[in-house]
């Protein structure tokens, strides 16, 4: 059984996710919440065409820059992709998503303190919502300063620490 996991205290959540859906192009979206998971902004974002680990990757970077702005200092980023979480750590010149990882990487050397982690998509259901809206909107990143009914009702399902299985196809 999979929630959504709070940060530490002092520090903020950012959950984010991509999304690729052939012809509609690709999306990213984020959440920012605070140890007792409060809503402090949202966005999504429509990116046109590219692949999903693009998605993944501009949706960190959109919302780490995000948390910047809005004064977070202490930001656990939980992605469910564990390729994008790796491609930080490990890409290097050449690699096709390296403009990216290099955006994220010179956001990380910033003085803040911030961890990625790797967290199941059945934990990130916020995220991946906020991703499926950006194919409704124009080409861009929009930001939201507050959550929409359908958000808060997602929202809501995670402070209660609502569970969802997770399927292990063996």
Request: hydrophobic share 45%.
């Amino acid at each position: 059984m999979i929630s959504w996991q709070r940060p530490p205290t002092d520090w903020f959540c950012l959950n984010t996710d991509g999304s690729v859906a052939g012809a509609q192009g690709s999306t990213a979206g984020g959440v920012i919440r605070d140890e007792a998971g409060r809503f402090v902004r949202a966005f999504s974002a429509n990116l046109g065409a590219g692949s999903i680990t693009y998605a993944e990757l501009a949706g960190i970077a959109f919302g780490l820059r995000l948390a910047w702005d809005e004064g977070c200092r202490k930001v656990k980023v939980q992605t469910d992709s564990a390729t994008a979480a790796q491609l930080i750590h490990d890409a290097t010149p050449g690699h096709i998503h390296f403009v990216q990882v290099a955006t994220i990487r010179e956001l990380l050397a910033r003085e803040w303190e911030v961890q990625i982690d790797h967290v199941f998509r059945e934990g990130n259901v916020v995220a991946d919502y906020l991703a499926s809206v950006g194919y409704s909107l124009p080409v861009g990143v929009h930001v939201f300063e507050n959550p929409s009914p359908l958000l808060s009702r997602w929202l809501y399902f995670d402070l209660l620490g609502v569970q969802t299985p997770r399927s292990v196809i063996i």
